[in-house]
Structure formats: structure tokens, C-alpha cells
């Protein structure tokens, strides 16, 4: 059996369709579905059951996944076996972060990386979805849970509070709020409901109408600054020139409920130590705690 037949056996059991394989590895999906015959053909019996909401795995693909995931694991070391006897701060680090920690901190704070190492270069990935760093998608990421599982290595960065903020003329108009009915405020779009701040704004303002939605984050901290409504947003965002609301006392217990979140600094345990790695990630720390200790 060849490593790509294990890759593609990964992703379809991972992915839970042909399509959504297909995006993860980068083939269009009748090549995935051709491709998965042949595995099956060459396994001697079916390893998933195909419908239209998608794939299951069969009783011998659940037996075959931990040996499939070990495989994964030992090529990942393979290669970065390789990336280990450099010496030089040289070459390309993929970074995954948080959008909005990408576009505040991180993205504005690469000028002086570069200064430092100018042989170094960053490629950002800000997006929602979660880069593998087990399958080498990413060489560091920023998250906001640790990982669980996986050969990684992980540094928590801080702790910060989710309060609502607003532009300084806004938030002298609104005085101390005495109900979350007085305020506009811009929500986060309906896919990203489930988020903390967005559960936290449904229980204490079951009745709220936004004033803009969005979760494209950069244009809710943009509105939010043109003085169009309030924004849940975590404390050190206050450096985009966005000030927190004062609430009167009605609205003490819904404030001792605002969510709070951590930040994790989290890489592949085989790279840490890669000189290229290492320079990008004692560098994210440095930036990220200088909000941690304020």
C-alpha cells in the first residue's frame, strides 16, 4: 500500500465525504471516488458506505485507523528530519492564526521579524478552520484551545476577557448603559452563533437586533470605530482605539458573565526546535506578551 492511498484513506474517514476529501487533498472528487475503489479493490472488502449525506467508515476501516494514523505520524517525522539539521534562519514558516489576531497584532508586528531575519518568510493563513499541523499544514498556530492529541507542543500565551467595546464618541453618547436594549450592536454572522460572546449576548439580550452582522471580524472592529454599534470583542483589542462600555448596575450580573479565553502558542513537538521555527515562535511570544502582562 502506498502513502497516498493512506493519505486518501485519512481524509475520507476524517472528512466524512468524497467532497469534502477532495478539498482536503487537493483532487477533484471523481479522482478521490476512483482512487477510493482501487484502495477498496486492493483491500479486498469495502471501507466505507457511501450515501448522500456522505461517507461511514466500515467495521474494517475503524480496525485499520489507528495503523493509518501511526503511518501519518511517521511520515511527518520523516520529513522533518530533514528540516532538523538546518542552522540557519532561513526559508518559509506557515503560520495559522485567529482572524483578527492575524490583522491587529500579528500581520503589523512582521516588519520588525524582518528586520531581525531578513532571510526569514511568513506565510499567514488568518482563517476560522483549523490547520493540521500532524500533516504538516501549518509549522505553528495560535489557537484559542489546547491541543489534545497529536505529536504537539503547546505555550499559553494569556488569558483575556470578551467585553463590548465601541468608538469613544459612541460610548460618551450611550453614558453608563442601563439595558443592552439602549445600545446598538453588531453581531457575529449566524455560522458563527455558537461562539462565546454571541451566546453571551442571546442570554443577556434574548431581544437584541443587530445593527450589522458579520464574521468577517476586521469589519465589525472597523464599524465599531465609525461609531455604528458596539462590538464583543477580548480586552486588548482596545489598542484599535475602541473603548469598553460602562454599564450601571442593572447590568452588574450580565458583566460578571462576560466569557473569557485563552490563547495557545501550539507547534509540531519534531519542529520546535528548527532554527526557522524556533525564530517565529519565541517572536510571536514576545508580541502576544506584551498584551499578557498588561
Known sequence: MQWEQVRLFLAVSREKSLAAASDRLGWDVSTVSRRLDKLE????????????EGTAPTALAEQMMPFAEEMEIAASRFVSA????????VGTVRLTV??????????PALAELRRRHPRLLVE????IGYADLTRREAD???????????DLVSVHLLT??????TSPDYARELGKLKRLEDARWIFWGRELSHLPDAVWLRAHGPSLEPVFRTSHFASQLSAARAGLGVVMAAEPFAVTGLVPLQHGRGLDEAWRALPSGDLWLVGHRALRNVPRVAAVWEFVREVIGMYASR
Open 140 to 150: 505553528i498556530a495560535i489557537r484559542s484551545q489546547r491541543p489534545s492529541s497529536g
Open 124 to 127: 499567514l493563513d488568518a482563517s
Open 41 to 52: 479493490e486492493d483491500v479486498g472488502a469495502p471501507l466505507f458506505d457511501r450515501t448522500r
Open 98 to 107: 485567529i482572524p483578527g489576531l492575524a490583522d491587529v497584532f500579528v500581520a
Open 160 to 165: 483575556t476577557k470578551m467585553v463590548p467595546m
Open 82 to 89: 530533514s528540516a532538523a539539521a538546518e542552522t540557519e534562519i
